[in-house]
C-alpha cells in the first residue's frame, strides 16, 4: 500500500489516516479525525477532530470539515465548499461535539464549488449540488440541485452526466424513480 503523503507545510495531527491519502500544504487535521483510504486533501484545507472522510474522498482548496460532518466514499467536496455544524451558534455559548448536528454526504455525491451545506441534512448517493447552491433539507439519491435555496432541477448518472427524462445513460446505466430520489436499474 502507498503511504500517506503530507506536504512539510501541513499540519497532521491525526494518526487515523488510511493508505495512499494525500494531505497538501497549509492543510489541518486535527487528532482525531478520521481519513480513509486514497483521499486527496487539497490546499488549505481544515479537517476537525470530530469528522469523518471515507475512502477516495477528494476535498479541494479552501473547505473546512467541522465536527459532525461525515463524508462517505468517493464523495467530491469542491473548492471553498462551506458545512456547518450548528444551527443556532452563538460566540459565548461553547457546544461539545454532542451538542453539535450532524451531516452526512452519502456515497458518490459531489458538491460544487462555494456549495453551503446547513448541517442537519443527508445529500444522498450520488447526488450532485451546482456550485453556489445552498442546501437546506435532504437531498435525494442522485439528484442535481440548484440554487438558493436548492431545488431539485434533475437527475445525474453515477458517470457524473445528467439523465434524460427516460432515466437512461448514454453509458447504458438505467434508473427508476423511488421515493425520494431514483434507484439504479438492472438492465441485464
Avoid at 461535539?97 to 456549495?115: D, E, F, H, I
Wanted: glycine share 10%.
Amino acid at each position: 500500500m502507498a503511504e500517506v503523503f503530507k506536504h512539510p507545510n501541513s499540519l497532521v495531527e491525526s494518526e487515523n489516516i488510511g493508505d495512499g491519502t494525500r494531505i497538501w500544504a497549509f492543510a489541518h487535521v486535527m487528532s482525531g479525525a478520521n481519513i480513509g483510504e486514497r483521499c486527496n486533501l487539497c490546499d488549505h484545507t481544515f479537517v476537525e477532530s470530530y469528522a469523518v472522510l471515507g475512502n477516495n474522498v477528494t476535498v479541494k482548496n479552501g473547505v473546512s470539515i467541522w465536527d459532525g460532518v461525515t463524508l462517505e466514499d468517493d464523495v467530491f467536496v469542491g473548492p471553498c465548499v462551506a458545512f456547518t455544524n450548528d444551527l443556532t451558534p452563538r460566540a459565548e455559548v461553547k457546544k461539545t461535539p454532542a451538542q453539535l448536528t450532524t451531516t452526512r454526504v452519502r456515497k458518490g455525491a459531489s458538491l460544487g464549488a462555494n456549495t453551503t451545506v446547513v448541517c442537519g441534512i443527508t445529500v444522498g448517493r450520488y447526488a450532485f449540488a451546482g456550485a453556489g447552491a445552498v442546501l437546506t433539507k435532504d437531498v435525494p439519491d442522485y439528484a442535481l440541485v440548484l440554487g438558493n435555496p436548492a431545488r431539485v432541477v434533475g437527475y445525474m448518472c453515477e458517470c457524473g452526466a445528467r439523465l434524460p427524462e427516460h432515466l437512461t445513460c448514454g453509458c447504458g446505466r438505467a434508473y427508476a424513480h423511488a421515493n425520494p430520489g431514483l434507484v439504479l436499474r438492472d438492465v441485464s
